[in-house]
Structure formats: C-alpha cells, structure tokens
C-alpha cells in the first residue's frame, strides 16, 4: 500500500510545469547631469575698422606710379602712390632762388637803414632821407617774409605729391592709374586700420534688452571657421523701421589672424538659460506614433520598469538634444535602445554612460 503511494506520487512530480517568462531587453541607462544649457542664436554682420580714409593727392598733377594695390598691408608712412614732382621741383627752386634775391636786397636795405641811423645822430643827413631809408628797409623785410613762406607752400606742395600710408592698415579700394591725370583731394585710395575691428550688426529689441540689463553674455564671430571674442561697443537706443536695433562690437583682435573688413561674418550670442533645460542623447528621444509628441523612457530602478515621460525640445545639437521635461537631476532614463521597448516594459542596464 505504502509503495503504491510513493509511485503515485513519483508520477504526479515528474508532469511538466509551463511559466511564462518576461521579455526583458538590455538598454544602455544616462542619469540626469548637472549641464548648464546655454542659449544660442546667432545674427548676420560686417566687420569694419575704426580707423577709415579716404586718402588723396594734395596738388593736381599726372600720376607717375603705384606702388600698390587693393588688399596691400602697409606699415606707417608707406609711400603708395606718386604724381610727376618735377614741376613742383622747379615751383620749389624758383621759390628758394626768389627768397635768396629778397634776402640780399634786405641785407642791403637793412644796412643802409643802419648807417643812415648812425648818420643822423650826428645830424649828417635829412630826416627825410632816414624815413626813405626806414620805409625801403621795413619793405624788403615783408618781402623777404613772403618769399619764405613760398618756399614752405612750395615745400609743402611737393610733399603732397605722395600719398603714403597714415597708419598701419589695408588698401580697401584703389581708383587711380599711372599716367592718369587727377585733382587735389580726389579720392584715389580707400585705406583702412589694422588694429581696431568692428562689427556692425542688429538684433531683435528682446536681446538688446538683455544687453541693456547687463546680464551674462557671450558673443562669438565667426568667419569661416574662425572664431572671434567680440564685446558690445554700442547699442542704438531706437529701433531700426521699428524692427532691429543697431549694434555695434568690438573684436578682440589679439591673434594674428584677423579678418578684413567689408566681410559678412556671423555673430552669435550665448546666454545662460535659467529653466533648467538638460542634455539627451538623439537615441534616447522618441516620437509617439500617433501625434508624433516626442518623449524619453523614464528608468525605475526599484522595479527595473520604464515609463514615458514627454519633453519638449529646447535645440539640437551633432550629439544630441536639449530638452525640457519633469526629469530631475539624477533621474535615469534610457539613452540607447529607447525605439525597441515599450511603456512600462522591464528592462536590464546594459552600460552605465555619461
């Protein structure tokens, strides 16, 4: 009796058992850092120098050569452009040959002034005689000062002949020729400083505001990959038809590499954004198949479930986004694996990343 128990009981034991078993995915799990989102927009501008002349020749005359053209770097005092001297040559020694004649002719006058003065000391000649010999005298003296002030006119007319560099810079434009005949003050060379860049730009009246607030800010030009500091210079206080606001920046040009000026560049401003947006990997965010609302998978750690959580997103970026959502720092969320798994499925960490 007691055996037939047994082997019933031993045939009950050995009857096969189904369980269901979960699937559970391995999915690579991010905390919630401590990133500092930073707000970017960026604006068109032109760069210019502080420093502009429009340069020319002081006197008439045919242009004998240029030395340079559009694009020349030039120290202080470069010469650039000449016109034919040899006629103010000839105005200068015809000047210095005039002021030697008045020169002799009031040595004489001032010596015959002299001894007449002597003379009518001792009542040896007229009174008349003395203001004949005075008024000679004082004559040839205001002529003698004119013809030195023609040969500084003279001077200063052949020095004008040359156009040279009035600081250290760059040809920005060049509208004269060899043999060409121009006028005084016609525009022949457009010449801009080196050491001195701005950028004028305009923003929207929200971010002038900020910058009239003085708040936190970071402002970056860029020309073809390379990089500026710039600060604010000047800000208009009237909007331009209503709309931008003018401003003007001031670039820090300590590298060696500087940008010239008449180039459009791109300026962007970066300021801290106080709502505390957070960083996610692009794998991490998914699109509902309904409405297409973008969200992440929450990660319980207690029970190992996920759960949606929707975001919005605040900017992209090459490796990833920024976004706005209930996550707190430290939270955990799926970062990789998110389009493979469902709302609250159980999940395994496969890698702790970040």
Same mark, same amino acid.
């Given at each position: 009796m007691l055996i037939c128990t047994l082997l019933l009981l031993q045939g009950c034991s050995e009857e096969p058992t189904q369980t269901a078993t979960e699937n559970v995915r391995a999915v690579s799990i991010n905390s919630v850092a401590d990133d500092a989102y930073v707000k970017s927009i960026r604006f068109p501008g032109v760069t210019q120098t502080e420093n502009r002349s429009q340069l020319s020749f002081g006197v008439d005359g045919t242009v004998n050569y240029v030395l340079f053209d559009i694009g020349a770097q030039l120290n202080t005092g470069d010469v650039m452009a000449v016109l034919d001297q040899e006629p103010y040559r000839l105005a200068l020694e015809s000047a210095r040959s005039e002021a030697e004649k008045a020169r002799?002719?009031?040595?004489?006058?001032?010596t015959n002034y002299e001894r007449l003065v002597r003379l009518r000391e001792n009542n040896s000649v007229s009174e008349q005689n003395l203001d004949a010999a005075r008024s000679t005298?004082?004559?040839?003296?205001?002529?003698?000062?004119?013809a030195l002030a023609q040969i500084r006119l003279a001077e200063r007319n052949l020095s004008k002949t040359a156009i040279k560099a009035p600081y250290d810079?760059?040809?920005?434009? +060049?509208?004269?020729?060899p043999f060409e005949e121009v006028t005084a003050n016609q525009v022949a060379f457009t010449f801009d400083g080196m050491e001195k860049f701005i950028v004028d730009s305009s923003i929207p009246g929200d971010l002038a505001e900020y910058i009239s607030n003085d708040k936190e800010l970071e402002i970056t030009v860029n020309y073809r990959g390379s990089y500026f500091n710039a600060t604010v210079e000047h800000l208009g206080e009237r909007a331009n038809e209503g709309l931008n606001f003018p401003v003007r920046l001031r670039l820090d040009t300590s590298r060696e590499k500087r940008p010239l000026p008449g180039l459009v560049v791109s300026v962007s401003?970066?300021?801290?954004?106080g709502e505390g947006?957070?960083?996610?990997p692009h794998s991490a965010v998914v699109a509902e198949p309904t409405d297409g609302n973008?969200?992440?998978?929450?990660?319980?750690?207690?029970?190992? +479930?996920?759960?949606?959580?929707?975001?919005?997103?605040?900017?992209?970026?090459?490796?990833?986004?920024?976004?706005?959502?209930?996550?707190?720092?430290?939270d955990s969320y799926v970062a990789a694996g998110a389009a493979f798994i469902s709302e609250g499925q159980k999940v395994r960490p496969a890698e702790e990343v970040r």
């Open positions: 002799v002719t009031f040595e004489e006058a001032k005298y004082e004559n040839a003296q205001s002529t003698l000062r004119d810079g760059v040809i920005s434009s +060049r509208s004269v020729e401003y970066r300021m801290p954004d947006a957070i960083f996610v973008p969200f992440v998978y929450q990660y319980n750690e207690k029970t190992g +479930r996920v759960s949606k959580a929707g975001i919005r997103i605040v900017n992209a970026e090459e490796g990833g986004y920024w976004i706005k959502s209930d996550l707190q720092k430290g």
